[in-house]
């Protein structure tokens, strides 16, 4: 009998072997794990920092007190000196992981504060709208909305206020000058705090408007026309900054006209829309169908400027133009 032997053909087609993956695919999974452990670990830190600057005010707080308590270790007198130790460098509470993520959420929104600030913007295409926002604590600036200069109202009382107190710290005028019969300190606190024309005009007037222009310029107001009287959001931010950081005014009058700026004879537009236990320092606008409110915002240990230049073209709008500034407003306090 003839024994007949398995061919290694039919088994080899029985039994395939493992298929072997491409160098393509070894090199993708290789890059996938690659990228998903470099993703864990941004992500771990980005939460880490996001925590110690909460609680601390700079990244390496955390580090700082985990070192601490690490270099306390032990047993014994070790043991005793991490007991000590921990007491002095605080333990992470038990809502670090909420507070963490909040603050991660924050900087999320602050990093698409133009398009969240754009669609509420959206929601009145009947209104021209312009919105400058700073963070003083950053400097970072978000404009939206539109770019080009816009009749100023009585926003730019705040330029012609500024002036006339750099001349006084030159020498050149004193808060006792005579200004159109009145103390100059009187004029530059009607100007501002109850939007007096007359006294704006007089102030003008006594410091010369080509003055008022180029004092503008040099602090880098170069969209300011004051015979025109059209500026930009930014441009008017950047005033409220400047003023607010001391780079224009020493201290002492810096602190008057921040004064002029409080409680003024119109707290309808931004003040309205602020919770009580904000502080702010502003100057509206009302011209024709131009409605605008130029501020400085303290509020949960942020400052921040906020600009908000409207124009309806239709006067029976007013009331419209006060929502769209209270909803913008409040978009902005939300990003703090």
């Not at 002095?88 to 038990?94: A, F, H």
């Not at 102030?203 to 180029?214: H, P």
Request: hydrophobic share 40%; net charge positive; charged share 15%.
């Amino acid at each position: 009998m003839v024994r007949r032997t398995r061919s290694p053909y039919r088994s080899a087609l029985k039994h395939p072997p493992a298929a072997t993956p491409t160098p393509s695919k070894k090199i993708y999974r290789r890059r996938r794990s690659v990228v998903m452990l470099v993703a864990m670990l941004c992500l771990g830190m980005l939460t880490l920092a996001a925590f110690s600057i909460s609680r601390h005010g700079h990244f390496f707080g955390i580090l700082r007190s985990r070192a601490s308590v690490s270099a306390a270790g032990g047993s014994g007198r070790q043991a005793r000196t991490k007991k000590a130790s921990a007491k002095s460098s605080p333990e992470l509470p038990s809502n670090w992981y909420s507070e963490a993520s909040a603050s991660i959420s924050r900087a999320a929104k602050k990093a698409s504060a133009k398009s969240i600030i754009d669609s509420v913007i959206s929601k009145y295409p009947g209104i021209s709208t312009s919105v400058s926002l700073t963070d003083l604590s950053s400097g970072a600036t978000v404009n939206s909305g539109v770019r080009a200069a816009f009749t100023a109202a009585s926003t730019t009382k705040v330029i012609t206020a500024a002036c006339f107190l750099n001349l006084v710290e030159q020498g050149k005028a004193s808060l006792d000058t005579s200004v159109n019969g009145s103390r100059a300190r009187s004029q530059i606190r009607q100007m501002i705090n109850q939007s007096d024309n007359n006294a704006w005009h007089a102030l003008k007037s006594w410091v010369g408007y080509d003055n008022v222009e180029a004092y503008a310029h040099r602090i880098g107001l170069s969209s300011f026309d004051i015979y025109s009287n059209t500026i930009t959001t930014s441009d008017d931010a950047l005033l409220l900054q400047k003023l607010y950081q001391r780079q224009l005014l020493n201290e002492s009058n810096t602190a008057l006209l921040l004064s002029f700026m409080q409680n003024t004879n119109n707290e309808d537009l931004i003040p309205a829309a602020l919770p009580a236990d904000a502080t702010i320092y502003h100057k509206y606008g009302l011209l024709y169908y131009n409605l605008h409110d130029t501020s400085i915002i303290k509020y949960d240990g942020e400052v921040f400027v906020l600009v908000i230049f409207t124009n309806s073209n239709d006067s029976s709008s007013y009331q419209h133009n006060v929502t769209l500034i209270h909803e913008i407003t409040q978009t902005a306090l939300a990003l703090y």
